[in-house]
Each structure stands twice: as structure tokens, then as C-alpha cells.
Nanobody, 126 residues
């Protein structure tokens, strides 16, 4: 069965760091673009970061540039989102998603991805 499982969310103080993990089962994640999206109640799910399956080029939303980094480890069939200098406005449920071609620029949306994880809560608060 093909599935994505996120982990690593939690409560962190402003300025702190978290690393989210997205592990795949049933398919090879290295063959797909993988994106992280986030969603808060009452708002649409927004793209945060994406790594392309063609050349591992990465794309980041303006709101997280310089603070977040996305990477993959094909040996572990996983993708990671390193989040630094966290702000209260980063509080959301974070989802990983995979598909091909997925992201080829910063203009990717939820419609470009067919595989989704269940989400992990990130709360930034003092």
C-alpha cells in the first residue's frame, strides 16, 4: 500500500527549530517531486517548499525563504523540511505530498500532487 507518513511536529518557541520528516512506503520517493504544504483553519492549503524529481531543484514560498530547507535521502526513502527561526505565523498542520512532475517552478498547487500524508501539527508559541 502506497502511503506517506509525516513526523517531527510539535510545540516550539519563536526563534526555535524543527525538522519534519516524510517517509514513503510502497513506492520510491526519489522518483517523485515532494512538497510540503501547510494549512490553518479557515484558510486554503498553501505550498511551503518543494523539491523536484528532475534535478532536485528546490522551491520555497517567499514567507519561508532563508529559514526553511527541503532535502531528500533516497536511501531512507524520505524527505525532510528543516525549519529554522520559526515564527508564530508558521503555526499550522504541515502535509507532505508527492507526484510527478509535481513542482517544476514555484507555481505548484495541491492539484499537482496525488499522494498525501495525514499531516503533523506545528505550533510556534511562547
Amino acid at each position: 500500500q502506497e502511503q506517506l507518513v509525516e513526523s517531527g511536529g510539535g510545540l516550539v518557541q519563536p526563534g526555535g527549530s524543527l525538522r519534519l520528516s516524510c517517509a514513503a512506503a510502497g513506492f520510491r520517493l526519489g522518483s517523485y517531486s515532494v512538497a510540503w504544504f501547510r494549512q490553518v483553519p479557515g484558510k486554503e492549503r498553501e505550498g511551503v517548499s518543494c523539491i523536484s524529481n528532475y534535478d532536485d531543484r528546490t522551491y520555497h514560498a517567499d514567507s519561508v525563504k532563508g529559514r526553511f530547507a527541503i532535502s531528500r535521502d533516497n536511501a531512507k526513502n524520505s524527505v525532510y523540511l528543516q525549519m529554522n527561526s520559526l515564527k508564530p505565523e508558521d503555526t499550522a498542520v504541515y502535509y507532505c505530498a508527492a507526484d510527478s512532475p509535481g513542482c517544476m517552478s514555484t507555481h505548484y498547487t495541491t492539484a499537482d500532487f496525488g499522494y498525501w500524508g495525514q499531516g503533523t501539527q506545528v505550533t510556534v508559541s511562547s
